[in-house]
């Protein structure tokens, strides 16, 4: 069990405290309601543009980074298309220089027009160091293009292309962040040898006279039904044939992503899974296979990709392929089989428990989804999914109308 409790700020302010006396080191996290797919579809690229921006200094603190490291804290943060997530990590002692911090740049960032060019081209070599690059650096790019027509998961965190960026103004910057960096649009989980007493003076104390703000349109448009397959090519100057294969799922909250995420499991997590065992070690037709799920807040994906071998055709690898996922379709898996991935899953789950890190940012994301609660049932809900449950999801999802398949070719 994670031990938590819970109040808000009447600013809007959302703050959970989870309590672990074994550790000197607290961690303070802060997820913002904001991601990609929360972006102008003309502007796209603007919360991982601030993700830079958050670290280039605040109305009160001209360098973020300084205060931090000399109390010994240290600190990161990411985004991805539903949400961005800044954390620290500091010793108990110092903790409220970790509240000074994030409150202020909550409150108000110290952006120039220079600072903003700046993380502009560090945004947009970004981009081309990531997607131009890189060896099948454009796979996922093209596959999510491919995938969703309607729904901002069409384009990736760091935007659609970066000309979005560089023409991006000032004052476009300027309205992204009252529009999204607000109080009531976030949640502050604290988590280390603290108690709700204290967490909530500090948090009155740094975060109450930050006013809550006029949050931009939060409506996403849903991606319709996918009918039929979608196809693409794409040659590359890269070592491998490979194949993407991209299925339609559930949303995070519904019953059937337990059952979705251990699908993938199944099928390619680890080296005794179905994908591996069949195709990369006996029949040698894929060089690698994997097979996962972006696990997004709205309908996400489950993607199978694989390198195929040299000896192999694009049109044989995925023959060989689509016979194994006819398999899960036609037989649910042996009970033995199916509790293998669950017991993964527990064991997993259990060990992040002892990372105050993990908890503050699980804690966050399951209160911003639904319930913060949901950390202790979770386990539970992927432990009764049974061998039929496994069959019906995959027969829901396994099908050729609703997958979208990039063929990436290497040029011989």
């Not at 809007?12 to 929360?38: E, M, S």
């Not at 596959?143 to 659609?160: C, D, N, V």
């Not at 103004?169 to 204290?198: C, D, R, S």
């Not at 694009?314 to 669950?342: F, R, T």
Request: with cysteine.
């Amino acid at each position: 069990m994670v031990y938590f409790e819970k109040f808000t700020l009447d600013n809007g302010l959302r703050v959970i405290v989870n309590q672990d006396k074994t550790t000197p080191i607290v961690t303070i996290n802060i997820v913002y309601n904001v991601g990609a797919k929360h972006e102008n579809p003309e502007r796209t690229g603007f919360a991982h543009l601030f993700e830079h921006l958050m670290f280039e200094g605040s109305k009160n603190i001209p360098v973020y980074d300084t205060p931090l490291q000399m109390v010994g804290g240290d600190n990161n943060a990411f985004t991805n298309n539903d949400i961005t997530n800044y954390y620290l990590s500091l010793p108990k002692e110092n903790i409220e220089t970790g509240f000074w911090l994030e409150s202020d740049r909550m409150l108000e960032l110290a952006l120039t027009e220079e600072k903003i060019e700046i993380q502009k081209n560090v945004v947009i070599e970004e981009f081309n160091q990531r997607y131009l690059n890189q060896p099948y650096g454009d796979a996922f790019k093209i596959l999510r293009s491919l995938a969703y027509k309607k729904h901002p998961y069409q384009w990736p965190t760091i935007g659609k292309e970066p000309s979005h960026i560089k023409k991006a103004t000032f004052q476009e910057i300027k309205k992204f962040f009252y529009e999204h960096y607000a109080p009531n649009n976030a949640i502050l989980t604290v988590a280390g040898n603290v108690t709700k007493e204290e967490i909530k003076e500090l948090t009155e104390k740094w975060f109450g006279d930050i006013p809550s703000r006029k949050l931009a349109d939060k409506k996403i448009p849903r991606e319709p039904e996918q009918k039929e397959p979608r196809k693409k090519e794409v040659y590359r100057e890269v070592p491998h044939d490979t194949i993407y294969k991209a299925y339609h799922m559930c949303d995070r909250k519904n019953e059937d992503f337990y059952a979705t995420d251990l699908i993938s499991d199944l099928l390619a997590n680890g080296d005794s899974s179905r994908l591996h065992q069949r195709l990369v070690k006996e029949k040698n037709v894929f060089n690698t296979i994997d097979a996962f799920i972006t696990g997004d807040i709205d309908e996400g994906l489950l993607i199978i990709s694989g390198s195929i071998s040299d000896k192999t055709d694009m049109k044989k690898a995925e023959e060989e392929l689509q016979n194994e996922l006819n398999k899960l379709n036609q037989q649910p898996p042996a009970n033995g089989e199916l509790e293998k991935v669950q017991n993964k899953v527990e064991s997993i789950k259990i060990f992040t428990r002892t990372s105050t890190l993990h908890n503050a940012m699980n804690l966050a994301f399951h209160e911003l989804i639904d319930d913060a609660e949901n950390i202790n049932t979770e386990i539970n809900k992927y432990k009764e999914v049974t061998p039929e449950k496994i069959q019906a999801v995959s027969n829901k999802i396994l099908k050729e109308n609703n997958c979208s398949t990039l063929y990436y070719y290497s040029k011989k």
